[in-house]
T-cell receptor, first 112, second 114 residues
Framework: DTEVTQTPKHLVMGMTNKKSLKCEQHMGHRAMYWYKQKAKKPPELMFVYSYEKLSINESVPSRFSPECPNSSLLNLHLHALQPEDSALYLC???????????FGPGTRLTVL | AQTVTQSQPEMSVQEAETVTLSCTYDTSESNYYLFWYKQPPSRQMILVIRQEAYKQQNATENRFSVNFQKAAKSFSLKISDSQLGDTAMYFCAFMKYNNNDMRFGAGTRLTVKP
């Protein structure tokens, strides 16, 4: 299995909602990432879990909260988001040999 | 800090022709990786090709090849025999050895015309 899967594919939420994005990989990779991508822009790193240790991009607001239940799963909990948080959210895992990142298909998030 | 520059926001090429996308980067590191990623309109980022900085030989993957010039800090992507399915946004990316932080360029939007 050489895939990174993400659910849901699309999500529409209000500013008072709480929702979660999910990411899964079964390649035995020990680092997983969350990125935010606006249209026609490169991905911006939000969080990294590497060997279960979390690294945070300090510019990411606290309304985004990552969770790594195990080395194959990565969640992103969303709460009290703003319309400017609407974007494509990409999950990736990092290969163990050459450091390349394998990306999931993304979740298209719209905040109303 | 490492920066990655893609100076061509948009490019187009006729089907079956060859096109080269440019990328330069700035680093003081000697060990690092360089990547080209493709993101079609369907949005999934796909790894096109990878180059380890310690390798002098340019990487190739079928119709895709790179021209890696370490001293000049240049990493261009050549696409031969362009196909309609090559239409996508292409991102150049840099990662230090044993580091979690991948730096992306701004991207080049490539359109292959029939």
């Amino acid at each position: 299995d050489t895939e990174v899967t993400q659910t849901p594919k699309h999500l529409v939420m209000g500013m008072t909602n709480k929702k979660s994005l999910k990411c899964e990989q079964h390649m035995g990779h020990r680092a997983m990432y969350w990125y935010k991508q606006k249209a026609k822009k490169p991905p911006e790193l939000m969080f990294v879990y590497s060997y279960e240790k979390l690294s945070i991009n300090e510019s990411v607001p606290s309304r985004f909260s990552p969770e790594c239940p195990n080395s194959s799963l990565l969640n992103l909990h969303l709460h009290a988001l703003q319309p400017e948080d609407s974007a494509l959210y990409l999950c990736a895992s990092r290969g163990n040999s050459y450091n390349e990142q394998f990306f999931g298909p993304g979740t298209r998030l719209t905040v109303l | 800090a490492q920066t990655v520059t893609q100076s061509q926001p948009e490019m187009s090429v006729q089907e079956a022709e060859t096109v080269t996308l440019s990328c330069t980067y700035d680093t003081s590191e000697s060990n690092y990786y360089l990547f080209w990623y493709k993101q079609p309109p369907s949005r999934q980022m796909i790894l096109v090709i990878r180059q380890e900085a310690y390798k002098q030989q340019n990487a190739t993957e079928n119709r895709f090849s790179v021209n890696f010039q370490k001293a000049a800090k240049s990493f261009s992507l050549k696409i031969s025999d362009s196909q309609l399915g090559d239409t996508a946004m292409y991102f150049c990316a840099f990662m230090k050895y044993n580091n979690n932080d991948m730096r992306f360029g701004a991207g080049t939007r490539l359109t292959v015309k029939p």
